[in-house]
C-alpha cells in the first residue's frame, strides 16, 4: 500500500523560502504514470492547488504562486519536493502531497492517495 | 473567491438522498474533468469521485457523480451520521491553466 509522508520545517519567517519533500513509499515514484502533486489548505478555508510534477519532471504550476515556486522530483530517493519563495503570511497553510493516479484523465484534479499534510506557520 | 461555485451548506436526514452542487464555466468544468473529495475535519481530503462519473475502488455506489455542461453534481443516497464532512469538486482551468477546487460544501446529516 502505497503512502506519503510530507516533511518540513515548522515556522518560517517572512521573506524566506518554505521547503517541504515529500517521501513515497510501499511503492516506485516512478512506477506507471504517475503524477505527483501539491495542495495546500490555509486554517479554516478550503484547498488550493499549488503544482504538479510528472515522474519525467514535467511540472505544472498553479497560476498564482508561478512565480514563487518549484517542485522538483528525485527518483532515486523516492521523493519529491516543493520551495516556496517570498514567502508571507498568507502562505501559512496546510500542505498536503498527493498521488494523480494513472487511470483519472486529464486533465483534472484527481488525487487518490494523500499524505497526512504538514502544517508551515509564516511568522516573525 | 474561488472560480468553482458550491453551496456553503447542505443538509439532509439519515437515509435520505442529497445532492452537492458545482457549478462553473466553459474553460473549466464545460471542458475538463471533475473529481469529488470528502474531508473529515483534522483528516486529508479522500477521492470519491474522477472522471465525472467513476468511483475509485472502494468507494460505495451510495456515491455518484454526474455533468452537465458547465456543472457537476455529487449525489449521495443512503445518508449516514458518518458523511457530515466538507465536500469539495476540483477540475482544470484551460484559461487559467491552473488546477482549481470549489469552496467547498459542509453536509450536515441531522
Known amino acids: 500500500q502505497m503512502q506519503l509522508q510530507e516533511s518540513g520545517p515548522g515556522p518560517v519567517k517572512p521573506s524566506e523560502t518554505l521547503s517541504l519533500t515529500c517521501i513515497v513509499s510501499?511503492?516506485?515514484?516512478?512506477?506507471?504514470?504517475?503524477?505527483w502533486g501539491w495542495i495546500r489548505q490555509p486554517p479554516g478555508k478550503g484547498l488550493e492547488w499549488v503544482g504538479t510534477?510528472?515522474?519525467?519532471?514535467?511540472?505544472y504550476y498553479s497560476a498564482s504562486l508561478k512565480s514563487r515556486i518549484t517542485i522538483s522530483v528525485d527518483t532515486s530517493k523516492g521523493q519529491f519536493s516543493l520551495e516556496l519563495r517570498s514567502v508571507t503570511a498568507a502562505d501559512t497553510a496546510l500542505y498536503y502531497c498527493?498521488?494523480?493516479?494513472?487511470?483519472?484523465?486529464?486533465?483534472?484534479?484527481?488525487?487518490?492517495?494523500w499524505g497526512q499534510g504538514a502544517l508551515v506557520s509564516v511568522s516573525s | 473567491q474561488s472560480v468553482l461555485t458550491q453551496p456553503p451548506s447542505v443538509s439532509a436526514a439519515p437515509g435520505q438522498m442529497v445532492a452537492i452542487s458545482c457549478s462553473g464555466g466553459?474553460?473549466?468544468?464545460?471542458?475538463?474533468?471533475v473529481s469529488w473529495y470528502r474531508q473529515v475535519p483534522g483528516t486529508a481530503p479522500k477521492l470519491l469521485i474522477y472522471?465525472?462519473?467513476k468511483r475509485p475502488s472502494g468507494i460505495p455506489d451510495r456515491f455518484s457523480g454526474s455533468k452537465s455542461g458547465t456543472s457537476a453534481t455529487l449525489g449521495i443516497t443512503g445518508l449516514q451520521t458518518g458523511d457530515e464532512a466538507d465536500y469539495y469538486c476540483?477540475?482544470?482551468?484551460?484559461?487559467?491553466?491552473?488546477?482549481?477546487f470549489g469552496g467547498g460544501t459542509k453536509l450536515t446529516v441531522l
Open positions: 510501499g511503492g516506485s515514484i516512478s512506477g506507471d504514470d504517475y503524477y
Open positions: 466553459s474553460s473549466n468544468i464545460g471542458s475538463s474533468y
Open positions: 472522471d465525472n462519473n
Open positions: 498527493a498521488r494523480r493516479p494513472p487511470y483519472s484523465s486529464p486533465p483534472d484534479m484527481a488525487f487518490d492517495i
Open positions: 510534477i510528472h515522474r519525467s519532471g514535467t511540472t
Open positions: 476540483g477540475t482544470w482551468d484551460n484559461s487559467l491553466s491552473t488546477g482549481v
